[in-house]
């Protein structure tokens, strides 16, 4: 019977298979549109505006992911771990987006934050670009380039800011600020030397164009794409920047700066930042390391700068955190009396996955709710819309057989397979570096499983794949429970944000009268499956070494949504403004009606 299997329903989509062109920008501007209208039909009269957002996101951080780093978070505190809550999962409102690509199945990242964060859904490996950019064709990006949540931030007069512990140049910030046709165009020396004029690379675009010259905060990793081959890294001299065309770009951003006058400084160390003073900065360009920053169970630790090097080269790798790097941003975009827009990135949940180590993934995921912990000291939810979401999933799983409650999420479950006799994790991969055949075995020991540990896998790959499931949307704030609810687009997400904040083309919520009590009625259009094509691709990623570990603990609260009290002082008066308007038109029609009962008896 398995001789009978036609595989060739397994083969890969060609790669030239085209999608139809109707899904344009236009496209996922009025698909966002039908489904927030469907929303707001459960609207109340009162819907409160954010004038603050924060975008979390979780890269790779899959409801799997979440759900295991929930247990880990109650283990490492001494107890059972399943009935602890992350912040996110008290939070009022919940949904699923779908993360797939214009031409891929299984979301890849440039592409996935295209759509989460500029509301239109992208290429598989393009960067800011609606469907007619094509992956390395500089030329498709001149008339498909697409507007982001900053830019949207920014029309309205708000700060804005980037927090991500990968290089800011990485998929998920640049979709931000660069448009490409290329996620891996961070510096010239990977643009093709034919474009290179016509093309900026990804850094350049950040220092020079909108909306990047003008983003107030950004923190993250990625100093080798700002410096040039001739000037040694400030932390691992034994290495050089990567950028052709001899400038050090970020020495460019402070004079421009200092070019338009404004408040604004450039920092490299934890040291410098925690010197800084918010009050006298209202901008800030902070690259704490060469590539991305270091996994949290490395900061602190001593690590070797290059493999080979002796020991006298190494050096201590102590990034400022981010919590650290978040608190410091919500200081200094918090000036502005108009409100701000601040993208929360954990970068490297991503790449412990690609590793098939869930023990750093789960760790990132924690770290990442420490900094929104933090950021949840510095706002009022009642006035901040904070939205935590994924850009993809991964293909881990969890699972066992009548494993005890409480057992170690990182463990070995408690009954070995009853096919070949033999131990496995309770935490496993579809794909990746952990496959071997015979496979191998967990420790013995199930409490103290190394940080380094690889976890098994089904199919050998050197990097694990992305998940092509989809991934939870957790919500607090302003109109979160009415717009986040169900199962929704990727590229839904940043309209809903920019309705809730009156962004953009969602401005106009707070132009017109907001006191309309007459529900929309909406026609619920016919469902159409999307048509895509899989296609898969490698993931830039880099070997890390580990030596030590960090805990963080940090207890979870919740703030209820409420209606924001810097808005309660202008609803009074709209409110009388409106009836006093009512009053007069109802005094005018009665009026009306006294005179033509006169008219007739005269």
Known sequence: MMGTINTGVLSPAPMNAEVKETYDRQYWYAQAQETLQKRLQYASEKNPVAKNVILVVGDGMSLTTATAARILRGQRR??????TDLVWDTFPAVALAKTYNIDAQTG???????ALLCGVKARYETLGLDAGGRFNICASAINSKVTSLIDWAHEAGKSSGIVTTARITHATPAALYAHAPSRYWEDDSRVPPTVRRDCKDIAQQLVENEPGRNINVIMGGGRRHFLPTVTPDPEHPNREGRRLDGRNLAEDWAREKKRRRLRAQYIHSREQLAKLDPRTVDYLLGLFEYSHMEFNAERGAVLDTEEGT???????????SLADMTRAA???LSKNDKGFFLLLEGGRIDHAHHYNNPYRALDETLELETALLAALEKVNPAETLIVVTADHGHVMTFGGQATPRGHPILGADTVVSDI???RYTTLLYGTGPGHSEPRALPLNGTSTIPADAVHAAAVPRQWATHGGEDVPIYALG?????LFAGVVEQSYIPHAIAYAACLAHQAHRCQESTFNFTKPQVKIANCVPPEVSSVSAAEETRNEGSSGRRVIVASSVMSDERVPRSSASLVAPLMTSHYLKMFALSLIGHLSVIWVSIDKSV
Request: charged share 20%.
């Open 108 to 114: 890849e990242s440039s592409a996935c934050a295209t």
């Open 420 to 422: 070949d006799g033999l």
């Open 330 to 332: 919500l200081a200094i």
């Open 78 to 83: 001494g107890q059972s771990g399943e009935d």
């Open 478 to 482: 302003p109109m979160a429970t009415i």
């Open 310 to 320: 002796p020991a006298s080269t190494s050096v201590k790798a102590d990034d400022p």
